[in-house]
Structure formats: structure tokens, C-alpha cells
């Protein structure tokens, strides 16, 4: 069965990158960082392709949040394979306030038709893993989360989820949102023919308003420096002084 | 005003022990607020039973909502519910674990009452009457301190992070009738088990992850030996170079696209400690690194390492675990 789908995609910092900030910043540093389509978002864009593919037809478009450098990242969706794309543009910067972010997606969702939305289950950037599941709970709709695979069937859509201590699986009424992450859906390279394709598919920018954020970070820190480490020696006759040290120096026995 | 809410996981009917670690964190918080601390259980017919063991923890009141439509996870239940309880009280927080459950329940809350939400912190405290936070982000790379503008603040504890610490009291426990949304468009149709008694990598007070230095699939039992001698609570994780070569599932996998674990004692063996990795293990208490390479970058995060075989010093080190457990 065929339908149409929208991914929401979000431009992070690639996970190879060193984040840096200046003194008093509440924002890293965008010099010399390269920006990617964040990890989980792929699995969705694939997870898209895949299941127009099955049905035959069906069309994918592409919702990014953000600035115009967020253009760079429908482009690599475009190239992957997306249909159509759309930039919502905001002034200022999308912060960690995900009830913001979703606000402003969910005032853009509800004037379409596609009856499935699909998130990566969490940004590679804030990690906050909330922005899928609210815009679902904005718009009415019902929503798994952390989904490895899924099918579509007629006016559902079943999931298989990770959840502690097994697998379950759920079935939504379309229209619905999902969030996924690793499992089934690796992307795909974008081709040369996709990539020149690209550039001819319609990409849309339009301004949106974003909501003041209610949650606002203060202060950036690197993570406490771990106490140095110590080699407690080479190969197996190192265990006796490693199981003494685990017991008595870190008391963790 | 004051008032936290902690919502009290539970499974099959039992209080699970993240929620004890919740609900000290909600008392402590609202110490500092002038507040007390509230604890809201929900299930099934019986759920009620232990509900007011939540004292223990500090939790003044504990509001217990029995009902068969709760018993399973049906998640649209479960947050509709929870948002009529926080918004029948003045509650200027109310804390999720940052379970596979807390992550999917609290941003459907946060939207439902239209409160911002922070997820998987790992610090909370209140300052100056404020209630602040701190949580990693980029992968650990960097911690945010955050500050909540409006009240509620909806927030998910990263489990294992903040401990639980009980003293002999009751709650007061308060049932009240839960109502049931009459359209459900969620339907949990099957639920298969992963390994009987096996410990989820993210609850676990102990990990024992293995990498691509186990060579194969085939070797897993060393790394289950381990498991075993280290007792109760201890569960095998896996870098993802492991899971990508099959060689175990995906839910094991400690890092970033896996899971991000915060455990008392952390074995990595045979685990180079790729920057993805350590996103997902750096905030353990202790790390233990083996591994043949004495330049792996495990080394610089592990607080105890021994280069060498791990196929040697596995088993040496699985009966010396075992020799001092036996001996209590």
C-alpha cells in the first residue's frame, strides 16, 4: 500500500567533531564544525524510502526547522532521495525547548495531508529525545517511539519498538507519527544521478514563527575530567591487583 | 507551590527500584523548595498493594490510580492520566526515570500540561528558590546547566545517576479513579522477551561490554561468565562495531545510536573506545578497560586498565570475582 510521508530532519554537528565554546557561551562554536543530517533522522529518511518503494508510490518531502545553512541539509535528504522539501524558517536559533520546536512543526503538519510523519527518536546535538512524540501529542495523533521496523497497512501502521526486556509491537491508526531509531534502516549513499536530480526537485522556504524558549541553558562546562586512569599492568597477572583495587580503592565489589 | 510529583515506574505490577531513585530526588528537590514530594503509581488491580513503601524514599503522599485499562503500556493512557494529576496540583516539578518508558511518556506529558521538559539529566538541584539542571549533550561532549523559566518543569532522571536513599517512613497513600480516554488509537498487539532474567544495559548497576577484540559471536560466552560471577543486576553490552558485524542485538549496543548508561562499575573489553562509544558510557562510575592495544583511547576514560589477551585474562578475571563473591 502506498502513502505519502514527511520526515523531520534536524542539522547537527557531525559526532566526529570536536564541540568547542568561548567563555560565558551558552552556544558552541559553529567555526571550522562540520554539520550532518542528524544519525537517527537518517534511519527515517530511509525507513521513508523504503516503504514508498514497496508501495510504488507515494512521495516523501523533507521538513527541516532552522536558518538558511539548514537549506544544506534538504539538499543531502533531496540527493538521498526525497521528493520535495520544505525549510521552515525561523529567526534566531532552534533552542533545547523541544515544546518550541514542536509547536511550530505541528502549526506546519496540521495543514497537510500526508497521513505519516516520521522523526529520528532524538537529535544528535541536545540528545532530548522529545521532539516526535509531542508533535504527535500537539496534533492528536498516536505515536510510537524508539521503533527498529515497520509496516504500513491499510490505515495502520506496525511497529516493532525497543523497549527494556524485549521487543513490542504496536499497531497505530493512521494518520500517526513514529520515531525511529537504529535497526532496519541504514541510508542509503546518495548517488551522482541523485545528487544532480537533487537540484531539480522543489525545495520551499517559509517563515515560521518559533516560540520564546521556557528552558534555557546557563552555562555550557565540559564534562568533569575523569581522575586519571592507571594501567594496573599487562595481561593476567594484573587480575588479583585489579580485583583488589576494585574492592578496596573504588569499593565497587 | 513547592510540590513535586515523582512518577513511580512499574512492571507487572511491581514498583520498579528506578523509582525509588525518582522519588529521592523529588524529596530532595522540594526540600529545597519549601514543598513536599508526591509519588503517582499507576497499573493494574493490586498495583496499590507496596504503593506506600514510596515513603521510604520521602514521598509525602503517593496517588495511586488502579485500573485495568492501565495495566498495559498503552502510552496514550498513560500520559493522559499523568497529565490530569500534575494538573489537579500546583507542582512546580514533576520527574520521570529516563527508562524506555520515562523517554516516551514525558515529552507526551510535557505537551499535554505545556511545560518544556529536560531530558536524561543528571544533576538536579534548587538554587537560589530556582531549580536548575545539568545534562549532557553532544554525546557527552559538553554539559549544559539549564534553567526552567515556567512551572511545572517536566524532567527525566538518567537512572543510576543520583542513587536512592531510604529512610523508615510511610506515604500517605491517596487512590483515586483515573479517566480512561475513550479513544485509543494505539494497541499494543505483541510483546516478545529478550532472554529470561536478563538485565537491560540501561537499568544495570553493572555492564560487562564487549568489542570487536572478542573476534566473534562465538566468544560471547567469556563475557557471560563475567556477567554471571558479578552477580544480580549486571547486564553484557556491546560496542557497536559488534552489533553492525550481528554479532549481538542492537539492544545491547552502549553508545551514541545505542544506549547511553550511567552504571556503578563499567568493564569494556576489547573495546577501542570510539568517540560513539564513549558518548554512551563516560558518565560511569568506574570503568575497567582490557585490551591489547595500549594506545586504544578506552585508556583515557578507564580508571583501571590492564593491556593484554582478553582471552587470557577473562577467565582469570571471572574466578577471582567469583572467589571473592563466594567468600561474601
Known amino acids: 500500500m502506498s502513502l505519502d510521508i514527511i520526515v523531520c530532519v534536524k542539522r547537527v554537528p557531525d559526532t566526529e567533531t570536536r564541540v568547542r565554546f568561548s567563555d560565558g557561551a551558552r552556544m558552541i562554536d559553529s567555526e571550522g564544525v562540520k554539520y550532518i543530517v542528524s544519525p537517527y533522522d537518517e534511519f527515517a529518511l530511509e525507513a521513508a524510502f523504503r516503504t514508498t518503494e514497496a508501495g510504488g508510490e507515494g512521495k516523501v518531502t523533507v521538513i527541516t526547522l532552522g536558518g538558511e545553512e539548514s537549506l544544506e541539509t534538504l539538499r543531502v535528504a533531496l540527493a538521498a532521495g526525497a521528493d520535495a522539501a520544505v525549510l521552515l524558517r525561523v529567526r534566531g536559533s532552534v533552542t533545547m525547548d523541544g515544546l518550541a520546536t514542536a509547536k511550530t512543526l505541528a502549526a506546519e503538519l496540521k495543514t497537510r495531508e500526508e497521513p505519516l510523519v516520521l522523526f529520528g527518536v532524538k537529535a544528535g546535538d541536545d540528545d532530548q529525545q522529545q521532539v516526535g512524540p509531542m508533535v504527535a501529542t500537539l496534533l492528536g495523533r498516536p505515536c510510537a517511539s524508539s521503533v527498529t521496523s515497520f509496516e504500513v497497512h491499510e490505515g495502520t501502521v506496525r511497529c516493532e519498538r525497543e523497549v527494556e526486556g524485549g521487543t513490542e509491537v504496536v499497531e497505530l491508526d493512521l494518520p500517526a507519527v513514529v520515531t525511529l531509531t537504529k535497526g532496519a534502516f541504514e541510508l542509503r549513499y546518495a548517488s551522482l544521478k541523485g545528487i544532480m536530480a537533487a537540484k531539480r526537485k522543489p525545495l520551499e522556504v517559509k517563515d515560521a514563527d518559533l516560540p520564546e524558549a521556557r528552558l534555557t541553558v546557563e552555562r555550557l562546562d565540559y564534562p568533569p575530567e575523569r581522575a586519571e586512569g592507571r594501567i594496573v599492568g599487562e595481561g593476567v597477572e594484573a587480575v588479583p591487583e585489579l580485583v583488589r583495587l576494585l574492592r578496596d580503592e573504588a569499593n565497587v565489589l | 507551590m513547592g510540590d513535586v510529583l515523582a512518577i513511580a515506574e512499574q512492571k507487572d505490577g511491581k514498583i520498579r527500584s528506578v523509582a525509588n531513585e525518582v522519588v529521592t530526588v523529588a524529596a530532595a528537590v522540594a526540600e529545597g523548595l519549601g514543598g513536599s514530594a508526591h509519588a503517582l503509581v499507576l497499573g493494574g488491580d493490586g498495583v496499590g498493594e507496596h504503593a506506600g513503601e514510596l515513603g521510604t524514599f520521602g514521598a509525602e503522599v503517593v496517588r495511586v490510580g488502579e ?22 496540583h500546583d507542582y512546580t516539578a514533576v520527574l520521570f526515570a529516563a527508562t524506555a518508558v520515562g523517554k516516551d511518556l514525558a515529552p507526551r506529558v510535557a505537551a499535554l500540561v505545556d511545560a518544556p521538559l529536560a531530558s536524561d539529566v543528571t544533576h538536579l538541584e ?29 524532567v527525566s532522571l538518567r537512572p543510576n545517576a543520583f542513587g536512592a536513599d531510604g529512610s523508615p517512613a510511610s506515604g500517605r497513600v491517596e ?15 505483541d ?27 562465538e566468544n ?22 559488534v552489533v553492525d558485524a550481528g554479532w549481538r542485538p542492537h539492544s545491547e549496543q552502549v553508545g551514541q545510536t545505542g544506549k547511553t548508561v550511567a552504571p556503578r562499575l563499567y568493564f569494556a573489553v576489547g573495546i577501542s573506545g570510539a568517540v560513539q562509544h564513549l558518548a554512551g558510557m563516560r558518565t560511569s562510575q568506574t570503568i575497567v578497560a582490557i585490551n591489547k592495544d595500549p594506545d586504544a583511547p578506552i585508556f583515557s576514560v578507564a580508571d583501571y586498565g590492564i593491556v593484554g589477551d582478553v582471552f587470557e585474562v577473562l577467565p582469570r578475571l571471572t574466578s577471582e570475582i567469583a572467589a571473592l563473591r563466594a567468600e561474601g
Open chain 2, 67 to 88: 485500573e485495568a485499562a492501565l495495566e498495559s503500556h498503552v502510552p496514550e493512557i498513560h500520559a493522559a492520566v499523568i497529565a490530569e494529576v500534575v494538573a489537579s
Open chain 2, 126 to 154: 534548587v538554587n537560589g528558590g530556582r531549580l536548575v539542571g545539568i545534562r549532557p549533550i553532544y554525546g557527552g561532549k559538553l554539559m549544559a546547566r539549564i534553567g526552567f523559566e515556567t512551572s511545572p518543569a517536566v
Open chain 2, 175 to 189: 487512590p483515586f479513579t483515573p479517566a480512561i480516554p475513550d479513544e485509543v488509537r494505539t494497541r499494543v498487539v
Open chain 2, 191 to 217: 510483546f516478545r522477551s529478550a532472554e529470561a532474567g536478563a538485565v537491560d544495559v540501561s537499568e544495570a548497576t553493572v555492564i560487562v561490554s564487549g568489542g570487536r577484540g572478542m573476534r566473534g559471536a
Open chain 2, 220 to 241: 560471547w560466552g567469556l563475557l557471560e561468565d563475567l556477567r554471571n560471577a558479578l552477580g544480580p543486576g549486571t547486564a553484557l553490552g556491546a560496542s557497536r562495531a
